[in-house]
Each structure stands twice: as C-alpha cells, then as structure tokens.
C-alpha cells in the first residue's frame, strides 16, 4: 500500500503529542484494536502495557520526533528520541531509536517494531546521561 507522506508526518505528530502527554490511552488510540509493539526483539506486548510502563518510568517524558521515513512501500520508519529522568534512579535519559510500524487499512499502526540501544539505555537509567 502506498503511504501519503504528508498524512504520515501529521499522524507521526500526533502520536509524539500522545507519548508526551502522559495518557496512556492517547497512545493506544494511534494503533488499531488488537496491534502490538515488539521491542529490541521481545515478544510482541499490547501497546497499553507499554505506554503505561514507558510514563510510569518517566513522568515527565518528552518524546522528540524525527524522521519519517517509508521503506518499500510497506513499512514506515518513525525516529525518536526520549528524554525524561528515570522515576526510580532520578538520572536523566536521553536516548534515540525508532519504530517500525506496519500501516493498517485505517492508517492506525497494525503491528510496531521498536529498536534502541538497550545496553546505553540500562546504562543512562543506573548513571545518566552525562557518565
């Protein structure tokens, strides 16, 4: 299926605004039904689950967005970069990655493959990002 870049950017936008806002559900509400999000590899987990856990480790997280990026027609690369202090070590993070996302007929995200240096995040959430 061929994406419109345009719409793709305005929808990328608006899902930065969720991951920001702090309501889990603003996320959920940019997949559809029953997709999921699969980072560094992991098995597959309902996107809740994740927001919910991603904005309880960082309450005041800011999600940056960056490149929107379509490959072969099929998968739309979406670039972040996170920054927030930790809740439970109090160190400042900032780490980039991007998802993967498979666009569903109704242009929500039908299935999410996440990906970030797992290793400098582990190490940013026990020290910070200036260590």
Known sequence: MAHDREQLQGFARSYTEAWCSGEPARVVQHY??????AI????PTPILDVAQSFMAAFPSIELQMGDVMIRDDEVVEYHWTLIGDHSGTGHHVYISGFEE????????VAAS??????AEYDRQVAHGVDD
């Open 32 to 37: 559809a039904s029953a997709a999921t999000i």
């Open 113 to 118: 493959l996440g990906n970030f240096d797992q």
């Open 40 to 43: 560094n590899g992991g098995s």
């Open 101 to 108: 996302w498979t666009i569903a007929e109704d242009g929500l």
